[in-house]
């Protein structure tokens, strides 16, 4: 059989073995991840790991980026772990249930393409600061029970495994790329640590994943407004922190595979898969960056992949929990810390010395957030007003006026640079109004009337010629920059010389 077949995609071809070796790989390292954020929310384990293959299998069908794997994620689990203490699991469900539903209706009102307004430091910051909590996530691994660091013959074993891992997947893709370098590393230190019956800490150490088939259970909540007001605000973050969490995902993979996805279909799917997780007795979830960067680094481009990663954690789950249980930590670990290492995205140092401050400083601020409150939707928003901040600042900066009198004694000034509420101080200031002549004109052939800021501020000019007895024109005004204004109706009152021979370049809104 020829090794490539088409699946769900008739555009795109599928390597089979491929798909098949890095779903697998995946579906072991969805396992520990799953059962943490599941306890870090106050849940039994089950629930991070049936919300893991509802997530995974719906996204990875329907969703828009072939190949990002979705499963429990720690964002999802610490906006939840208070509703689960206060209210219960019951209500985790339903508020799940109605995330869901927010995220598929901003799929349909095509919001995810907001998305791209994200600059590109708030990206670096977002993809460095991920990467060093995917790496500090790790250090819990190396606690006992009570909670104390490891030491003696356990820490040195831990360690040691963790290395070895670390080098299989580092050298092994020198020699071949048949099969994936991490699940070659995860299967040769299991089979040391098994084999050799060398006593470190397993799957099984940190909880059991026995279970059945994920129960179809419609959350047992009161059906009335008081239930609506308690689970609303949590749905509501769910639904943002896991549809920019995933559109985020979405556009590193974008990048990593030079391919793009389709963010309006993926905020539906993965809406369409938390309404089903929270009917099957999961936590809902969103995209999980570090089990989908081992997905494409291991040569998954397709929607096979996911789809084999879901289906074989669930025959983990409900099949072979004993000898998955028996999988050492330090294998998994291992693996994290490549993908670690692997996300930073280490050219970003390099433009420390080239990229202008503040972007520089947006990027150490989101990444620092990501750190700290491990909020990774907090610290983008937080990067995204930052950065429109700096933007709008230094665009206030630029508006100029030329001014100069015609042979026909009539003053004009030529604006350069946008009109908009942060250049309006600036603008006003271009005008010397008490000793202009009788008429006057405000050439826009260099610039645009952006909001209702920069209307106001041709209003408050307009009026201050007309209290001086003098006439004010406007010239060069752009299509849209005219609609503004006939769209400000009463609001102003100015006089716009039409010039037939200028041509202006309009926006289309898509």
Known sequence: MHPYIRLFDLSQKVDYRTEVLSGLTVSL?????????????????????????????????????????????GAIAVVIVALAARHGVEYVFAAVVLAGMFQVLAGLLRLGKFIRLV????????????????????????????????????????????????????????????????????????????????????????????????????PAVPFTLDTLMIILPYAAIVAGVGLIESLLTLNLLDEITNTRGRSNKEAVAQGAANMLSGVFSGMGGCAMIGQSLI??????????????????????????????????????????????????EWASLRTFGRMPRHDVFVMVVVAAVTVIFHNLAVAVLIGVVISALVFAWENAKRIRARKHVDEHGVKHYEIYGPL??????AFKEKFDIANDPKEVIIDFRESRVADMSGIEALS???????????QLHLRHLSTDCRLLLKNAGDSIDVNILEDPSYKVVVDRWT
């Open 295 to 344: 997905n494409v680094s291991s040569g998954a481009r397709a929607r096979l992949s996911g789809i084999v990663a879901a289906v074989m954690l669930l025959v983990f789950v409900m099949f072979a929990a004993p000898l998955i249980e028996r999988l050492p930590m330090a294998a998994l670990v291992g693996v994290m810390f490549m993908v670690a290492i692997g996300t930073f």
């Open 29 to 73: 390292a969805l396992i520990p991840e799953a059962v943490a954020f599941a306890l870090i929310a106050g849940l039994s384990p089950l629930t991070g790991l049936y919300a893991a293959f509802v997530m995974g299998l719906i996204t990875s069908i329907f969703g828009g980026r072939p190949g990002m794997i979705s499963g429990a994620t």
């Open 420 to 425: 908009f509420f942060g250049s309006v101080q």
């Open 119 to 218: 600059p590109q430091p708030v990206m670096y910051g977002f993809v460095n600061g991920l990467a060093i909590v995917i790496f500090m996530a790790q250090m819990a691994q190396f606690k006992t029970v009570d909670g104390a660091w490891m030491s003696g013959a356990s820490l040195w074993t831990m360690l040691g495994f963790v290395v070895l891992t670390m080098a299989i997947i580092w050298g092994l893709p020198r020699l071949t790329k048949v099969i994936p370098s991490s699940l070659v590393a995860i299967l040769v230190i299991s089979a040391l640590v098994i084999g050799l019956r060398i006593d470190t800490r397993t799957v099984g150490d940190i909880a059991s994943i026995s279970g059945g088939f994920p129960p179809f259970h419609i």
């Open 460 to 470: 408050r000019i307009t009026e201050r010629y007309r209290e001086a007895g003098k």
